[in-house]
């Protein structure tokens, strides 16, 4: 049973580029989160994806942009790249539950660098 | 405006002894309150998580302590191993609404633990 898996692991990328970033969620999984976490600092969440739509979105620009597919795979984008965006990208995914009380299950991050 | 507060920033314990995370919450409609454990370049893996209606949960070494009318929680690590030698983050989220679902995770800055052989 495949985990959380996310493409690619590293990039390199320049101030004012775009990035695409993936993400395939855990088999049965629904719903996909993002985070950005900074180094030595905890995960700030981007936004949320359930049923193709953006559930919930951080305290992030609109530079940052996300698209969820049929089969619940995701993208993040992120426009016009500041040296700040530079982190570890994390795609969590979950089972949307009436409870909420549902785990994220993480996958191992995209390292973006901005030069 | 940070909403989980988590102590201490560091922490060394010996092999065999007990670690204790600390972590402090104001927003009273975080209802689920789960723990992570980050190794270098991996992704944060669940550990262990808690409902406000519970006061303790413990699951093998690993053991959360709520304290709901002071808006706190814990991590206590018993018997500590080396290879509990991580980053240990706390974290919360809400209920989304009547539709299911919960908000996005809330997360502390984390704990750079090290289990001293």
């Known amino acids: 049973d495949a985990g959380v898996t996310q493409s690619p692991t590293h990039l390199i990328k320049t101030r004012g580029q775009q990035v695409t970033l993936r993400c395939s969620p855990k088999?049965?999984?629904?719903?996909v989160s993002w985070y950005q976490q900074a180094l030595g600092q905890g995960p700030q969440f981007i936004f949320q994806?359930?049923?193709?739509?953006?559930?919930q979105r951080g305290n992030f620009p609109d530079r940052f942009s996300g698209h969820q597919f049929p089969n619940y795979s995701s993208e993040l984008n992120v426009n016009a790249l500041l040296l700040g965006d530079s982190a570890l990208y994390l795609c969590?995914?979950?089972?949307?539950?009436?409870?909420?009380?549902?785990?994220?299950?993480f996958g191992d991050g995209t390292r973006l660098s901005i030069l | 405006q940070q909403q989980v507060k988590q102590s201490p920033q560091s922490l060394i314990v010996q092999k065999g002894g007990i670690s204790i995370i600390n972590c402090a919450y104001e927003n009273t409609a975080f209802d689920y309150f789960p723990w992570y454990q980050q190794f270098p370049g991996k992704g944060p893996a669940l550990l262990i998580a808690i409902r406000p209606d519970v006061s303790e949960k413990k699951e093998g070494r690993f053991t959360i302590s709520f304290n709901k009318s002071a808006k706190q929680f814990s991590l206590h690590i018993m018997d500590s191993q080396p290879g509990d030698s991580a980053t240990y983050f706390c974290a919360a989220s809400r209920r989304a609404g009547s539709g299911g679902g919960a908000d996005g995770l809330t997360f502390g800055k984390g704990t750079h633990l090290i289990i001293q052989p």
């Open positions: 994806y359930y049923e193709e739509e953006e559930r």
């Open positions: 969590a995914s979950s089972l949307r539950l009436l409870s909420g009380r549902q785990p994220q299950h």
């Open positions: 088999s049965g999984h629904d719903t």
